[in-house]
């Protein structure tokens, strides 16, 4: 079983700042990672898929990257839109979800 | 477009039984593996099963082994999640997904709107 450890648990930026997530796997895995945006009182929603593919709609301010162990999504100017619950998760992993990391307005 | 709809929630009793189903269109049902995915409150997602398309692989969380069965309806397009010997801790909104891509378990791509499982005495 690979855990995946996200933080920070919480991230307080401004809107135009760039955010960085990290997702943590306890040992080293393929890039078959996936990134999820989540607003209050909504399904998630698929950004990024295979480490780096972005997913059909997502924006290109939002990058997925790493290898190994690390994995980074990283959101380059903050929307208003893009304050939301972020989570990893692990293809063919069970548990396959991280904790979430929770953007919030500074 | 694809569309999950899931409806068969509500309130319960502890010990009692539920079942959830998840209506599904704009695509070919039985090309994809489909899963039940909960989220408790304030909490973060749990996956609790997956089938595949035709129904001959199916997977539980040890969380629910034993309590839920998944099944699917693929002339119905449909798919349920019964669940027996209901907890406390299995209050949560529950979520059909269908994966990205067909034939396989991957990524979630498309989710239901959710239907609150309250458990409670």
């Known amino acids: 079983e690979i855990v995946l450890t996200q933080s920070p648990a919480t991230l307080s930026l401004s809107p135009g700042e760039r955010a960085t997530l990290s997702c943590r796997a306890s040992?080293?895995?393929?890039?078959?990672l996936a990134w999820y945006q989540q607003k209050p009182g909504q399904a998630p929603r698929l950004l990024i898929h295979?480490?780096?593919n972005r997913a059909t709609g997502t924006p290109a301010r939002f990058r997925g990257s790493g290898s190994g162990t690390d994995f980074t999504l990283t959101i380059s100017s903050l929307e208003p839109e893009d304050f939301a619950v972020y989570y990893c998760?692990?293809?063919?992993?069970?548990?396959?979800f991280g904790g979430g990391t929770k953007v919030e307005i500074k | 477009q694809v569309q999950l709809v899931e409806s068969g929630g509500g309130l319960v009793r502890p010990g009692g039984s539920l079942r959830l189903s998840c209506r599904a269109s704009?695509?070919?049902?039985?090309?994809?593996?489909m899963s039940w995915i909960r989220q408790a409150p304030g909490k973060g997602l749990e996956w609790l099963s997956y089938?595949?398309?035709?129904?001959?692989?199916?997977y539980y969380a040890d969380s629910v082994k034993g309590r839920f069965t998944i099944s699917r309806d693929n002339v119905r397009n449909s798919l349920f999640l019964q669940m027996n010997s209901l907890r406390a801790e299995d209050t949560a909104v529950y979520y059909c997904?269908?994966?990205?891509?067909?034939?396989?378990?991957?990524?979630?791509?498309?989710w239901g709107q959710g239907t609150l499982v309250a458990v409670s005495s």
């Open positions: 704009g695509f070919i049902f039985d090309d994809y593996y």
């Open positions: 295979e480490a780096s």
């Open positions: 040992q080293r895995v393929s890039g078959y």
């Open positions: 998760q692990l293809r063919g992993n069970w548990p396959p």
């Open positions: 997904a269908r994966d990205l891509w067909p034939s396989t378990v991957t990524y979630f791509e498309h």
């Open positions: 089938i595949s398309g035709n129904g001959a692989t199916i």
